[in-house]
């Protein structure tokens, strides 16, 4: 596709002319709210991905991959890209309408000298800092919170922690930002979001709880905690696993060959079926290996 051609692709989202869509020199579809532009760009396999740039000083029928560098996930197809792209659109808009104020700051915190804050409200700051970041608010505001996501000090770290700011006071955070605190307390706190909201994570709600029930099921079966291409035996995984993925000193540990084909890691660990996965007693792929006793 030439130049002249991907220009004229260019098309605003209806609705939200702060999003707009096109195609790149090199053929990607892309998009560009505010200074963000967006790629879905491919990968192996036939998937493709978000990707991010910032600022690019150039029409889109001119970018190319090369201005990309975030990587923000798996894409389905050009309708989830549009979505993903449409989403942040809206999250921008919010933002701007919530009217945060950008301050220096030398404020100390936990995770070291702040480097500048954004206040979302005046008892309600979020912390940059060279290595981290998070937000502080105010003794009366953190009594506001659920005791079982409250931190002392009303320090909120920026991974996971902020989410319980964001659930326990909703008005000053966009439609995305409440979406991704769910997800991230359902996902890490599964036990305070049932408390809180009365109800009941089923399979596939949340990670940790998922991980529990994971680890609880195959407590007694052969998990895998190290794997290698083998080069010994054509065709196999070599791996290492013990009982329930234990670690540590003293903690047995077997070796068992699996079809290159069949292994996966899997969301929580690959079980080895010992009726089909043999044990493998010869020479390691693994390097140190060989000369240990086995368990």
Known sequence: M????????????????????????????VALVGDTAFAMAPGRDGKHYLVTGWRIGRPMAQW?????YGHCGELADEAAFRARVLESAEHQREKRALGRK????????????????????EDVVFHSTAGHGGFHISAERNRKVHPLLR????????????AAVAITFPHLFTAFERRCAERTIK???????????????????????????????????????????????????????????????????????VPSGEYSTGRFGFVVDP????????LSSFIGW??????
Not at 102 to 121: C, D, F, H, I, K
Not at 290 to 295: F, I, P, V
Request: glycine content about 12%; hydrophobic content about 35%.
């Open 275 to 282: 009726a089909r996965h043999r044990v493998y007693g010869g």
């Open 102 to 121: 950008e301050v220096s700051s030398r404020a100390s915190t936990p995770w070291g000298a702040s480097q500048g804050a954004t206040l979302y409200a």
């Open 2 to 29: 030439n130049a002249t051609a991907a220009a004229n692709d260019i098309e605003d989202a209806p609705g939200l002319p702060g999003a707009s869509f096109g195609r790149s020199a090199d053929g990607l579809l």
């Open 290 to 295: 060989n000369g240990r006793a086995e368990t």
């Open 64 to 68: 190319s991959r090369s201005d990309f």
């Open 187 to 257: 996902d890490s706190w599964p036990d305070a979001w049932e408390a809180i909201f009365g109800t009941v994570l089923q399979p596939g709600e949340s990670r940790e709880k998922d991980r529990c029930a994971f680890e609880r099921d195959h407590a007694a079966d052969w998990i895998v905690v190290s794997a290698i291409t083998s080069d010994r035996e054509a065709g196999f995984v070599e791996v290492v696993a013990t009982l329930g993925g234990e670690r540590g000193p003293g903690t047995e540990e077997r070796r068992f060959l």
């Open 151 to 162: 931190a002392e000090g009303g320090w909120y770290e920026q991974d996971e922690c902020w």
